[in-house]
């Protein structure tokens, strides 16, 4: 059995799935994943497929060195307005979600109760490769594959308000009654 950096309570009922050493960028896989942290599972699978059809972007907040402005980063509620769709990263996250729903499926959850709870990505070891550079040298050619993990996790109901009355009436406090 792996270990996940976060453990949820078991009295919460849950589904988790991870992937390591994907050959995507842990970059685009950090922001994915950042942003679709805390929905609703059904939220961030439309969201994926509107990534992968460009009808949505991918806001970035923390890499965003040479990344253009969007107009469709001013959707989501995050700062600034750089985006991209990175549309290989997106399928794998859109797999690796649909395992989770798979996986909660298979344990008796209800899908339309659950949220994404966690959702980290870590960088993996670099895959190194070698470039020919200018005047006989020799370059680096590195890959910045990701290991990412999540955990959907069920709402829980909300408790409702009570409907009778205090004892002592509307607006009355401790210190008015005594």
């Known amino acids: 059995m792996t270990r996940y950096a976060v453990e949820p309570d078991a009295a919460v009922a849950h589904s988790k799935t991870r992937g390591s050493h994907l050959r995507v960028h842990f970059k685009h896989c950090r922001e994915i994943a950042h942003h679709i942290n805390g929905m609703p599972v059904t939220k961030a699978m439309k969201f994926l497929d509107d990534v992968l059809a ?13 990344c253009g402005r969007k107009a469709q980063a001013k959707q989501s509620k995050t ?5 991209r769709w990175p549309v290989k990263a997106t399928a794998v996250i859109k797999d690796m979600l649909t395992n989770a729903i798979a996986n909660a499926e298979t344990k ?3 899908v339309d109760a659950l949220y994404v709870s966690h959702a980290q990505c870590n ?3 670099a895959g190194r490769r070698r470039t020919y550079r ?8 590195a890959s910045q594959p990701a290991h990412v993990e999540f955990i959907l996790s069920e709402k829980k109901k909300g408790v409702d308000k009570a409907d009778d009355e ?13």
Not at 134 to 141: L, N, S
Not at 166 to 178: D, V
């Open 54 to 66: 460009f009808k949505a972007v991918v806001p970035f907040v923390k890499y965003t060195g040479g």
């Open 79 to 83: 700062p600034g307005s750089k985006g």
């Open 108 to 110: 008796g959850l209800d």
């Open 123 to 125: 960088k993996a070891p």
């Open 134 to 141: 200018a005047h006989g040298r020799i370059g680096k050619y």
């Open 166 to 178: 205090s004892e002592a009436g509307e607006g009355a406090t401790g210190k008015r009654i005594s």
